[in-house]
């Protein structure tokens, strides 16, 4: 069975009905990789009726934490034993170097273990009872699963984005419709084939590859889903949620950003250097928390971009799965054009580009860009305030605290921020007033299944990972008792 020519509904491999497909491409060659179904509103219904009746007639949701967290491992193990073959096909499909998607692999498998462990944990705690005013009254509450959830992620880091959202959904009881990226929908395929080989009942994971008009929207649309989880760019964020208020459909986003990083001048110079490139270059700055905006405190200002430009020279472009390079090609013909045209924008706004951005000679297929570092960079430039989601990065130096918070602060994003000082009393204070839902101080970037990410303003609502992005796929219900033999005696005296 060729698991690239099936979408994978109710347990089963299936053609889409209508039997249309699209291609997947290697970002680095621009050769086909595969064709892959293209579901359509049919497909759609066929896996949410599935997901509705895994859910209401069980017994996914009705399993004990530990059941669930059995085969929630299962899929760790069976991600985990294939990880050299799906960090080559990630490459492959994605054009990220090999180290950053075997990284990205091992992470979607952690992420799985973690919720199962928080699945385990559920079921031993002790039943939270509510203090009410009335004494003849008990009152508690329980948690339940939110429902059929449909799930629409981006083609960054594909596999873990997955995970970010299938395994808690599936820790706490929900069933899932997973609709992955057009541009990179293969990991995810090979996803469903690990769920299949696991055995979770059927209908309870479901997989669609699609368009985003053709097979994002019905799924958004559709009236038995209860909650939407998405990751990707503000307007289809707003299409979302859209789609989301007909039925109030509970709703988490993870949208855009213009992170700032924020360096003061008592900062290692080399330290700084070092985050500055892994906060931007890093997944050839298609990141969402990606630290784009960089605010130097003058006195150092020179020194660090001299040193930037020095260091961002050396990097390895090429093909991901070669020796040695650390960026590679962008995802699509699209986006590079995206970026090459914001680069061209800032050459017109003022900013000075410093190094970069342009079309490597050596490399003449393939979606490739030398990465870019735009220096004093005028804070009202589409350069400084729009998110671009390629290797580019924005300087500007800074006077004072207050300043630099201002300009940090002065955005529509609120994703993700990060401080650099060796006064870490300072550092704190800095990280404090940053208006973001991640702030890394001395640091940019790193990620942990255990701690919330979501972001403020545009950047998104709710929290993903941790706890919080367990509880994300529950529901809080409210139980009271009345204890008292007295009768209530308001309308029956
Ligand atoms: P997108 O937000 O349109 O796509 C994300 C997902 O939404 C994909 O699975 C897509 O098929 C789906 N989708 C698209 N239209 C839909 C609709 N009407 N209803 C339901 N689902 C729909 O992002 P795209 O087009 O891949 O990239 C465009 C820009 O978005 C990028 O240049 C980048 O700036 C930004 N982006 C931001 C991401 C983030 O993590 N913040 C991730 C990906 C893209
Ligand atoms: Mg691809």
């Not at 649309?221 to 289809?236: M, R």
């Not at 960079?377 to 350069?383: F, I, K, N, Q």
Request: glycine share 8%; proline share 6%; aromatic share 8%.
């Amino acid at each position: 069975m060729d698991i690239y020519q099936h979408l994978y509904i109710d347990g089963q491999w299936r053609l889409p009905v209508r039997q249309q497909s699209f291609a997947s491409f290697d970002p680095s060659d621009e050769s086909v990789l595969a064709q892959v179904p293209a579901a359509s509103a049919e497909d759609i219904e066929l896996a949410v009726q599935a997901a509705r009746r895994a859910f209401d007639e069980g017994p996914w949701p009705r399993l004990s934490g530990a059941e669930r967290a059995t085969l929630l491992r299962a899929i760790a193990a069976g991600i985990r034993q294939r990880l050299p073959q799906l960090a080559e096909l990630e490459v492959r499909d994605n054009g990220k170097p090999l180290p950053e998607a075997q990284w990205d692999i091992a992470d979607a498998a952690g992420c799985f273990d973690y919720y199962a462990g928080l699945a385990e944990a559920a079921d031993v705690v002790p039943q939270q009872n509510i203090e009410v005013s009335d004494p003849h009254f008990s009152c508690w509450v329980e948690r339940e699963p939110v429902g059929v959830v449909g799930a629409i992620i981006p083609w960054n880091f594909p596999l873990l984005m997955a995970a970010w959202k299938v395994a808690p959904a599936l820790a706490a009881g929900c069933c899932i419709v997973l609709k992955p990226s057009e541009l990179t929908p293969l990991t995810a395929l090979e996803l469903a084939a690990i769920v299949h080989a696991v055995g979770l009942p059927a209908g309870v994971f479901n997989l669609v590859t699609g368009l985003g008009a053709d097979a994002g929207a019905p799924l958004a649309e559709h009236p038995l889903v209860d909650k939407l989880a998405f990751t990707g760019s503000v307007p289809t964020g707003r299409r979302i949620m859209q789609a989301a208020s007909r039925e109030i459909k509970n709703l988490s986003l993870e949208l855009g950003g213009k992170s700032p990083f924020i360096v003061f001048a008592d900062s290692d110079l080399e330290a700084a250097v070092e985050w500055i490139m892994f906060g931007i270059f890093w997944n050839q700055g298609q990141v969402c928390s990606a630290t784009s905006r960089v605010l130097v405190e003058r006195a150092l200002y020179p020194v660090l971009l001299e040193r930037l430009v020095e260091q961002t020279r050396k990097i390895r472009i090429g093909h991901g799965l070669d020796e040695g390079v650390l960026l590679g090609p962008l995802v699509s013909a699209g986006q590079r054009d995206k970026v090459l045209s914001a680069i061209a924008d800032g050459q017109q706004s003022g900013a000075r580009l410093a190094y970069g951005g342009e079309v490597p000679a050596d490399l003449d297929k393939g979606y490739f860009l030398t990465p870019a570092i735009f220096a004093e960079v005028p804070v009202d430039s589409a350069l400084w305030c729009e998110e671009i989601f390629g290797p580019v990065v924005c300087l500007r130096a800074f006077d004072s605290e207050e300043e630099a918070l201002c300009l940090a602060n002065d955005s529509v994003y609120g994703l993700a921020a990060a401080v650099m000082s060796q006064d870490l009393a300072r550092a704190e204070r800095v990280a404090r007033r940053l208006r973001a839902g991640i702030v890394w101080i001395n640091c940019s970037q790193p990620t942990f299944s255990e701690a919330p990410w979501g972001g403020y303003k545009q950047s998104g609502i709710g929290r993903e990972l941790g706890q919080w992005g367990f509880d994300s796929y529950r529901e809080v219900k409210q139980i009271t008792r009345y204890d008292s033999a007295q009768a209530w005696g308001w309308y029956i005296k």
